[in-house]
């Protein structure tokens, strides 16, 4: 099966931000566009919207001028949805409503030929759901672009249950020959990214809501450690509150209120309270000109200890070792399994977090997990009231002899990273083995719709099989709502690799 005729038209139905961005992402690619707006003169300004980016497109040199004049000699707004009669494919990117959206494709149907590709842009809504007022439901699938469509490669194509097979491959071919990424993905709740995301912010405005640190911290954390190209708070005031509890509400509520999704009580006092973000100048942080800028809480600087005591396998911080030497402190190996954690010279333990909290153990600082210790230059610490002042300041001060900025957090188990990490690690299991996609396209749609650094599968093979299970497992024992109770596929995957390493 190959990718539309580009000689055939493609029309966009709904001109506004995602419809201008899809059609020019066709138009480029070299199909004729029409383009539909049941707002009388939407689609004229949205022609001319599209032309001006064309404009600046050739002035950045990405598009050269003849192209450009092709482009626009192609692009022709339309009249009624009668002018979209000959169209061999329709992408629709209109109010996000069930019966708007049905009753548009009833009406196309009419229309269009039998052989025209009928594709929806929802993002909350089940593409089965709008099929099902389709005489032919098998032609309709979900084209799930992302805002903005003509920069960001990623395209979801979702398959709804009445979906031919035909039409996702076409659908998957075309957005290809477009210059995008597709990623197949069946019709569930959030598809692939709005599910999988979630516990990035949800996990954020939990640490938050805990009281264990404020969002320039946690943001800091999830950056300079995560390795995350921004942080939960910074970027949903960057998309907006509004728009990101709604996504958080609809995937939560389309679980049937599965609490892995529940949203958080601190986003929604900011949406009733019309902090939406940078759109209104005010989210989690203040964008006023005049508002200090909010800093995260940096520790004061502290005595690195002149050595440490490595017990047991530090797992995923194991090149922490060598990152200790360099910098000076010698490291002596215990070469008895007694877990893994670096004993410091005040007789107090360094423990990577594991989903537990410090108050549990005596005289204990817990680090959050980074995505590479090297490149890290901001590690979370956690101590409880039971950790002795003279542990944590070691710790604090041989984080600052590797080069890195320390916050000290709340006691809060899973700590920022590792929570955050857990869960999307998990996530990604379940709906692979819900078979809403595979390894590679769930890898892939993390980093190319929500940048994150790493896909959940490279992520959970660097942090060894059953890392995220254990940690999940111990959150779990502390909040047994089942927010944290891993998934039936990663116990299964993590003692799959137990038996496999001969460890249990
Ligand atoms: N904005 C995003 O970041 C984003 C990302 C991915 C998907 N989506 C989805 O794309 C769709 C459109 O979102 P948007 O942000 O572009 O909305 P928008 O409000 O910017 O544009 C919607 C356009 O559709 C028109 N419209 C409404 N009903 C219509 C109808 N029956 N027939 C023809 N035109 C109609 C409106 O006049 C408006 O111009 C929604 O389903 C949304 O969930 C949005």
Not at 92 to 101: G, P
Not at 325 to 340: C, L, P, S, Y
Request: aromatic share 6%.
């Amino acid at each position: 099966m190959t990718a539309l005729d580009l000689s055939r038209p493609v029309a966009v139905v709904g001109t506004g931000t995602m419809g201008q961005g899809i059609a020019q992402v066709a138009l480029v690619a070299g199909h004729p566009v029409r383009l539909y707006d049941a707002v009388p003169g939407r689609a004229d300004a949205a022609a001319e919207a599209i032309g001006a980016r064309l404009d600046r497109l050739v002035e950045k040199d990405r598009l050269t001028g003849a192209d450009r004049d092709a482009a626009r000699a192609r692009l022709q707004p339309a009249g009624s949805l009668a002018d979209l009669a000959d169209c061999v494919l329709v992408v629709e990117a209109v109010l996000e409503q069930l019966d708007v959206k049905q009753q548009l494709f009833r009406d196309l149907e009419d229309i269009v030929e039998d052989d025209c590709l009928l594709a929806t842009n929802t993002s909350s809504l089940s593409v089965t759901a709008i099929g099902g007022a389709l005489r032919n439901p098998g032609r309709l699938v979900g084209l799930h672009f992302f805002n903005p469509a003509p920069l960001l490669p990623l395209v979801e194509v979702v398959s709804g249950y009445a979906s031919d097979f035909s039409s996702a491959t076409r659908a998957y071919e075309t957005a290809r020959a477009w210059g995008k990424t597709p990623v197949a993905c069946a019709d569930t709740p959030g598809f692939i990214v709005n599910r999988i995301a979630r516990p990035f912010y949800a996990e954020a405005f939990a640490v938050y809501e805990a009281q264990a640190a404020d969002p320039a911290t946690i943001d800091a954390v999830l950056r300079e450690s995560g390795g995350f190209r921004m942080g939960a708070f910074e970027l949903t005031d960057l998309i907006g509150q509004d728009v990101n509890e709604s996504v958080t509400h609809s995937v939560w509520q389309s679980f049937f209120q599965d609490v892995r999704f529940t949203p958080s009580l601190a986003q929604r006092r900011l949406v009733e309270s019309g902090r939406l973000g940078r759109k209104t100048g005010h989210g989690w942080y203040d964008y006023a000109d005049d508002a200090e800028r909010s800093e995260p809480h940096t520790a004061e600087k502290a005595q690195a200890p002149a050595y440490v005591v490595a017990e047991g396998d530090l797992g995923p911080a194991s090149e922490l070792l060598a990152l200790i030497r360099e910098a000076g402190i010698q490291v002596r190996e215990d070469e008895e399994d007694h877990g893994t954690r670096l004993v410091l010279p005040s007789g107090g333990q360094l423990v990577l977090a594991d989903g537990q909290t410090s108050v549990e153990f005596r005289d204990v600082v817990y680090f959050d997990l980074a995505l590479d210790y090297r490149k890290a230059t901001r590690i979370a610490l956690s101590a409880s009231q039971d950790t002795a002042p003279q542990t944590l300041s070691e710790a604090v001060g041989l984080f600052q002899a590797l080069g890195k900025d320390v916050s000290v957090i709340g006691d809060v188990p899973g700590m920022i990273v590792a929570r955050t990490v857990a869960r999307i690690v998990d996530l990604a299991h379940d709906a692979v083995a819900k078979g809403v996609a595979t390894e590679e396209d769930i890898d892939t749609a993390m980093r190319l719709g929500v940048n994150y650094p790493l896909g959940p599968f490279e992520w959970s093979r660097r942090l060894g099989r059953s890392w995220a299970c254990s940690v999940l497992d111990d959150l779990h024992q502390r909040d047994p709502s089942g927010r944290y109770a891993p998934s039936l596929a990663l116990y299964r995957h993590a003692y799959a690799s137990e038996k496999r390493d001969g460890t249990s």
